[in-house]
């Protein structure tokens, strides 16, 4: 892992705080992900299972926490199992877990090898009633592999079919929403660096240049401040590809005239950051372009301004879209016909903008985090409308990330990323 060690008292307190919701004599299981082939002896780079990684902090595969409150042994009521390291193992893969180091990184002071499992588990679950099991209810979730959650919720229902069941993932997405105060730095650290990659950018556009050398100056920046890369696969979207909204090729030159849509952000210890910007090839934009890129902007400042305790994420969706229908018709994209008539599942607005403008972001970019239940102060949220116009060949999207307060507006985590007019082609002619 190239990132700091975390102060390990985020994971303590966490695992405190899903400990306090479980129902007397009841244990939760947590599995790592697996490490998921490409072919031949080739595998995906790993990536921990976000919810493993929150309660614990342990960053390696084949790896299960155990939490079991009220178990008769103190030892067992935080418990980690990790693959048994040895020098074998060392000199071919390098440093994995001792039970010293689990105990650093984590806080559990009980650690078995993976192999003690079923053995020790067995004597837990006699003494438990109830099991929760970590499903994955993301509101955007496809999962079509098998899991190693997946495969142990499988394997623990027919070996242990006389206990109850409970769901994680409830708990889950209520304290995953709202972050500690370690985690919102850890947010910023990835905003930061994406802000020092984005910066670098601004000053090596230029007329010409290609879609994926843009996308290498992100990844080179990212990688020598300590990030593993992209938080998610990145958007570099030059002339009309910005109306394709994954468009991820980012395959084509850039030519003078064109806008180049920017979605990139850095990851930093598991963390995401998620940022959009839009900036003119050449380094000035037209007239046209900065009418549209202002109407986008101001529909970001209010909507950013909506983001306080008690607004409800659907409602907030409904406003965001009479700010932007309210642009829209200033220019003269909509007229007052298109709204009356509008159809009120699929909004006038929608022909231009037709995702949606916030979203949770943590550990995962699309984050898990209540949306039924009025927003609290410490959600992290992103801010991103936009316009897209295929018929004129460029689309606009601005994208912050952004901390809800107690009061007042929300704090901006991206407040030093250039967004204004000025700002970026300030940027560019240096
Ligand atoms: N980059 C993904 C998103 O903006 O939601
Ligand atoms: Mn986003
Ligand atoms: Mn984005």
Redesign the pocket.
Known sequence: MKYDLIDRNLFIKNRKKFMTQMKPKSIAVFNSNDIYPIGADSTHPFQQSRDLFYLSGVDQEESILVLFPDAHEEKHREVLFVRETNKHIAVWEGEKLTKEKALEVSGIKTTYWLEEFDKIFFDLMTEADTIYFNTNEHYRQAVETKTREARFIEWCKEKYPAHKWEKSNSILQELRGKKEPQEIELIQQACTITEKAFKRVLQFVKPGVWEYEIEAEFIHEFTRNRSRGFS?TP?IASGKNANVLHYIENKAQCKEGELILI?A?AEYANYAS?M?RTIPVSGKFTDRQKEIYQAVLNVKKEATKMLVPGTIWKDYHVEVGKLMTSELLRLGLLDKADVQNENPDWPAYKKYFMHGTS?HIGLD??DYGALKQPMTANMVF?V?PGIYLPDEGFGIRL?DDVVIQEKGEPFNLMRDIPIEIDEIEDWMNR
């Open positions: 998610y958007i979605d952000g998620d959009t979203h970019t699309h992103t991103e994208e």
